[in-house]
């Protein structure tokens, strides 16, 4: 009922807009974008109601709501083991709680690498499983070109997704295009303008094009629509911080509510402001309790504070336990006093990042 409703209203928008000459004929081209859009949907009402769910609760990205999600979409699938877009949104969603430590790293990646295995089975078409199989490819893999050939995929089959523009502009700054990083992200924004991450990508996109005070204001944005959503309020820190205004940076780190935020923003703004004295206490309680899920902050911190030798000793950890942190190294400009060392571009090349 629903696809014969939406057929209806596009058949009638159509003929208004363009007029019924142009209209003729049209009909099973419309039919066909409506069933596109419905690929890899549930009949069962239940099931679909906690994918909806669920989707609401990845786009908010805070710790709670990506486990409550994930919750959702396991029990989704159980009430309809062939939904394609529930087992789509799983290899999403067990990516992003992995990469931040909302789970165990090598569980949420081999998990997601089989729910998207399935979505693909199911409708080998399927836009969100390309998406979430780029996700995997550039968050754990590290396999750039598996990468851009999936994200790539998801863009031609759905031109107009913003959650595949935001993604795929994410791997374009990550590979040190900042300018179609933009692009895409900004495209994104138009067609999803409430997405918080959209508008969190967008600041670490014009920070790293030196668009500081756009790169605040995103981020800020991003703040508004989801005050807890993980890394916002440690993305402002380091814009902040790349402004030289320490003072703010320490007032927005010590307000942080995030368990390993807080203390990574502290001991980052703290080193860069060239007070060591007061960086030591978050930066041993970001490394006694976080050296297994922010060993990134850590290295982050010391690059910070020009102590080379430590920020490159946790970076060589970061990738030891593939961190997704190190997939976005070579675009942050925070590791400003390692590219002089031959170690930086060595690093680079091991991550198949350098030019």
Known sequence: MQDDIAQAVVEGLREKILGSSVMRGMSGDIEQEVAAAALGR??????????????????????PDLLQGIAFLEKAVVLDPKFALAHAALGQIYVKAAAYGEMPLMEGVSRAR????????LQPQLVEAHLALGGIHFFHDWD?????????????????????LREFGMLMYILGRIEPAL?????????????????????????????????????????????????????????????GRYEEAVVEADADTSAWARPAGLAY??????RREESEAPLRDLAEKFADTAPIQIAMAYAAGSETELAFGWLDRAYAQRNAGMAPIKS???????????RWHA?????????
């Open 183 to 243: 692009g895409h992200c900004r495209r994104a924004i138009e067609l999803d303008p409430m997405n918080a991450s959209g508008h969190g990508y967008l600041g670490l996109f014009l920070e790293g094009a030196g668009e500081l005070a756009a790169a605040e204001a995103a981020i800020r944005k991003a703040l508004e629509i989801s005050p807890q959503g993980m890394a916002f309020q440690y993305w402002l820190v380091l814009v902040l911080v790349s402004q």
């Open 42 to 63: 549930s009949d069962n009402s239940e099931a679909f109601s906690l994918y909806l769910k669920s989707r609401f609760l990845l786009d908010r990205f805070t710790g």
């Open 332 to 342: 942050w400009p925070h590791f400003h006093a390692l590219p002089k060392n031959p």
């Open 347 to 355: 690093l680079l090349k091991k991550m198949r990042l350098a030019n």
């Open 269 to 274: 703004a703290y080193r860069a402001w060239g």
């Open 144 to 164: 750039w070109p598996a990468a851009e050939t999936s994200l790539s995929r998801a863009l031609a089959l759905a031109p107009g997704n913003a959650e595949v």
């Open 114 to 121: 089989e729910a998207v295995r399935k979505a693909l089975a």
